[in-house]
Every structure is written in C-alpha cells, then in structure tokens.
C-alpha cells in the first residue's frame, strides 16, 4: 500500500517517473551546500551583501537564498537531500556539518513555498539530524519527503512520504506520518489534517518545480 500512495503521489508531482518520491532527482554528491539549479532571479545575502546566485555555486553557513518574482531554486546538501524553492522565497542555511558519520543541519525558511526531499544517505553516513524552522513551526526531518509553504501567521505543511518530528513555535511536538494530508501551523496549534486528492497535490507541488514552467 505504501508503495502505491509513492507511485501515485509521485504521478501527481509533475513527472512521469514511477521511481519513489523520496529519490527525487538529487544528482550526485556535494561537499557543500549547492546550488543545483537556478532559475530567473535569484540572490544569495552573504556578509551583509548580495551576490548573484548560478548553478553550482557553494553555499557557505549563514547564507540566505533569495528567489526574486520569477525565481526558483535547487540546493542540495552533502547528505542527499534537496530542498527545492518556489517565487518569492527566503532561506537560510544556519549551520550545517558532519561528525562521525551523522550530518546535523539547522535551516529556516522565512517565506515562501518549499520541499524538502531526503534522499537515501551518503555513503559513509549513518544518520541526519536536521532541523527547518518557519515563523510558526519546527521540523524535524527524518526519512522524509515534504512540501509546505509560509506565510506571515502560518505554516502549511503537507507530507508527501516518511514521518516527521512537526511541533508549533510554542506547541508541544508530536510524530506526524499522515502521508497525503496537509495540516496548518500556527504559533501555538496545529490544524486536523486533511486528506488532499491528486488534483489538490498537482499545482501545490508544481510551485516549486523549474521543470513545471
């Protein structure tokens, strides 16, 4: 059954491909933080300035990717994740390193539609500890594949495959792994989670897709 919601969510999210969502197309292996692809305008905020963003730029600590009206981007990360950023987004590498064969990161996105996909960890990893922080939620990712956007007084957040640590800024933080459903996030409460179809998915998902344009 598991398999069968992957295959179908990933029908939905704007490709043909029957491999699982949670490969994704995360290409090869970084040292770094990287820019994978870029499209239309898009700026990275480093030492109080910015600086033009291009396809495999390195990403350093405390760099902020800033996509402009038109613009959108991949970063991959060393442990084989991607995060992927719509129009009109903000985000932030806080901290990131690995340590005997765990990779720990600290993200933020400030504003703007985002996924998150785990990819299978890097060889020579055992384990990632990563967390992304909104204005109204944290998240804890484990084996995970998520879609979401912010906005100014909530979070949308919606699971595409695997389980996530999901808690509001002041809220106490529960196991969520209602794969399909989207709930909202608030500063203090976290919404039932509703159950979304393939056409609800679709033009969420493709937000944040440079293919989709």
Do not use: C, H
Not at 58 to 78: C, H, N, S, V
Not at 123 to 151: H, K, P
Not at 155 to 180: D, M, Q
């Amino acid at each position: 059954m598991k398999q069968l919601i992957t295959l179908a969510l990933g029908l939905a999210l704007f490709t043909l491909s029957t491999q699982p969502v949670i490969a994704d197309d995360i290409n090869g292996i970084v040292e770094s933080p990287t820019l994978a692809r870029v499209l239309g305008p898009v700026k990275v905020f480093r030492k109080n300035r910015f600086e033009r963003a291009y396809p495999g730029m390195k990403l350093k600590k405390g760099d902020e990717i800033r996509t402009g009206r038109r613009g959108r981007a991949y970063i991959d990360f060393p442990d084989n994740s991607r995060v992927k950023l719509g129009i009109r987004s903000r985000f932030l590498i806080r901290d990131w390193n690995e340590k005997e064969g765990v990779f720990s990161s600290t993200l933020r996105i400030f504003q703007g539609a985002f996924r998150y996909t785990a990819g299978l960890l890097t060889s020579g990893m055992t384990a990632r500890r990563t967390s992304l922080t909104t204005r109204t939620a944290v998240l804890g990712v484990r084996g995970t594949d998520f879609w979401g956007r912010v906005g100014k007084d909530k979070t949308f957040f919606l699971l595409l495959e695997g389980e996530v640590s999901l808690a509001s800024k002041y809220g106490e933080t529960i196991v969520y792994n209602e794969a399909g459903k989207a709930v909202n996030i608030s500063k203090s409460t976290i919404s039932e989670p509703q159950a979304l179809t393939m056409e609800d998915i679709a033009p969420l998902a493709a937000e944040t897709e440079i293919e989709a344009l």
